[in-house]
């Protein structure tokens, strides 16, 4: 008997799995407090450089702030004052009105900057005055975080394969609030960026583990709700971080803000279980077969478990792959596992390096950033409900098709808009952010009924390594603007297109049951079908 069928048969989605996914809740709405913290973080207020080092004494001295800015800051063509350029010598001549060019060269800021305060009081540009010239430093910020996330996917990936869901999370509960705690109480900008690298490492197993302990406990006809039900703890998230955010405007708090909920799922980890795929998958029936009582007491489907005994169980696993060990290899070793692994990595690229290119420019609309944050958050519920939907009737494939394609259309309509047009940006780009989180929320689904049990782990663990390569990245597009404004906006919208193309070639799985060895998918349809005739 597949375990599918013994998930069905004990209800796949009662109080047992709702009380999954409450317990999770706490460690996932902390991902996109993080994942998005460089809005505000790292947020650059406006700023202008310290004219102090041009107090010579006399008049200079008896100016007041807004004459000091005439005469000792250059202005832009818009007329604000310049965030990098000051005058190497006051020009009293500004202040009765002349703009003569005799003596006015310019000169990079000599004494640092000054910060507008009103909005944001401290942030990591203001901390080590990461501005100018030391701009790409605050990028880079978001960046080595995202590098952790990047290598903390294949990491956790195998040893949850390795040693099981439930101790790998707790391990990452653990690390996550260790490095996060050290990246508040930093004293220099390395020591910052080392343990933000360690904390985005840690972060990734809650993101990757999380994610599959659910799926594998929900039966196949409720798999797609599961999906989209666990993707909105990111919404949660989302607005939680809005929210915080705007209460507190100093950095060093505000990570431990966001940190704190990881202490509610260090306490609710102990009635976290195991899962009894990955028990049975690995020849631990007895664990398995606890764990499989548990949850059809609670869904009061008790009764259905009388012949259902831990050598029954056994059994069920394919003796000649029971005690095989897995690995990252064996997503390249066999045809159609390769092929999915290969397209599948190039599409978590795309999805993930267009969705935090829209998101982690949220001062490029014309709005108040916690404004834009709320609002970016609160169109995701709709467009999940959308997506469940849509699934049913449609399917995986195509869903992620028309999500990313979207996607990039959005993006591409945005680069004839011109910036004044503030409301028509914001709106086509709320349209954009909601698509891109379309194709995240079902590229999640779809990577874990792409592959078998025994490898299922360290296919998510791959394909978010890739996805975070492609996050890692993306912040650092937005400097290309240098060489031509446009430019960060074509690259997003080519790469969501080409992704959303290539999506194609993958299989659909909808209503289809969860492969648990890789013969499972390799094998002749013909095979399999003659298989379950006998079965």
């Not at 700023?47 to 800051?73: K, M, P, S, W």
């Not at 809005?242 to 509610?264: D, F, H, K, Q």
């Not at 098709?401 to 945005?414: K, P, R």
């Not at 999640?444 to 975070?468: C, D, K, M």
Request: glycine share 6%; net charge positive; hydrophobic share 45%.
């Amino acid at each position: 008997m597949k375990f599918s069928s013994i998930l069905s048969e004990i209800n796949g989605f009662g109080k047992f799995q709702i009380q999954l996914v409450l317990i999770q809740l706490f460690s996932r709405i902390t991902l996109p407090c993080h994942f998005l913290l460089n809005n505000f973080m790292a947020a650059v207020p406006s700023h202008h450089c310290n004219t102090t080092a041009l107090d010579e004494g006399g008049d200079f001295r008896n100016l007041t702030l807004e004459q000091r800015l005439a005469v000792g800051i250059p202005t832009e063509l818009d007329g604000t004052p310049s965030s990098c350029l000051m005058f190497s010598k006051p020009q009293y001549q500004h202040l009765s009105g002349l703009n003569s060019s005799e003596d006015t060269f310019t000169v990079q800021c000599q004494d640092g900057w000054v910060y507008d305060n009103r909005t944001f009081k401290s942030t990591l540009a203001t901390e080590w005055d990461l501005v100018c010239s030391r701009k790409g430093m605050n990028k880079a910020t978001a960046t080595f975080f995202f590098i952790g996330v990047m290598l903390g996917a294949p990491l956790f990936g195998y040893l949850s394969d390795r040693f099981g869901r439930r101790p790998l999370l707790l391990v990452s509960y653990l690390s996550s609030m260790t490095f996060a705690v050290l990246s508040a109480f930093s004293t220099s900008y390395i020591m910052f960026v080392i343990m933000r690298f360690f904390t985005g490492m840690s972060l990734a197993g809650i993101s990757i583990i999380s994610i599959v302990l659910n799926v594998e406990w929900f039966s196949v006809e409720h798999r797609t709700f599961a999906g989209v039900i666990i993707s909105l703890d990111w919404t949660v998230g989302n607005w939680l971080l809005a929210g915080i955010a705007y209460c507190i405007n100093e950095w060093r708090m505000l990570i431990l803000a966001v940190t704190s909920p990881l202490i509610l799922s260090v306490i609710a980890w102990r009635w976290l279980p195991e899962s009894a795929r990955w028990l049975l998958a690995n020849g631990k029936a007895e664990a398995a077969h606890h764990y499989i009582m548990k949850c059809a007491e609670m869904n009061n489907s008790a009764r259905c478990m009388a012949t259902v005994t831990p050598k029954v169980l056994l059994d069920s696993a394919q003796a000649e792959t029971k005690d095989k060990k897995y690995s990252f290899v064996d997503l390249f070793r066999t045809p159609n596992i390769r092929k999915r692994s290969v397209c599948l990595g190039i599409v978590w690229f795309g999805v993930a390096f267009t969705y935090y290119g829209i998101s982690l420019n949220i001062t490029g609309f014309g709005l108040n950033p916690y404004l834009t944050q709320l609002v970016f958050a609160s169109i995701e519920m709709p467009m999940k409900i959308g997506v469940y939907y849509f699934l049913e009737k449609v399917g995986r494939r195509p869903g992620e098709m028309v999500a990313l394609l979207s996607t990039g259309l959005c993006i591409f309509i945005n680069i004839f808009v011109a910036k004044d047009r503030w409301v028509i940006r914001t709106v086509v780009a709320v349209l954009g952010k909601a698509l891109s989180e379309a194709s995240f929320t079902i590229a999640f689904l779809y990577t874990t009924e792409l592959f078998p049990t025994v490898i299922r782990q360290n296919a998510v663990g791959y394909t978010s390594f890739l996805s975070r390569l492609g996050v890692s990245i993306s912040p650092l597009i937005m400097l290309l603007e240098d060489v031509w404004h446009l430019l960060p906006a074509a690259i997003y919208c080519a790469v969501a297109v080409g992704s959303g193309l290539l999506t194609s070639l993958l299989p659909e799985t909808s209503n289809t049951r969860l492969a648990e060895f890789i013969e499972d998918v390799e094998k002749p349809r013909g095979q399999a079908t003659r298989r379950k005739e006998i079965q």
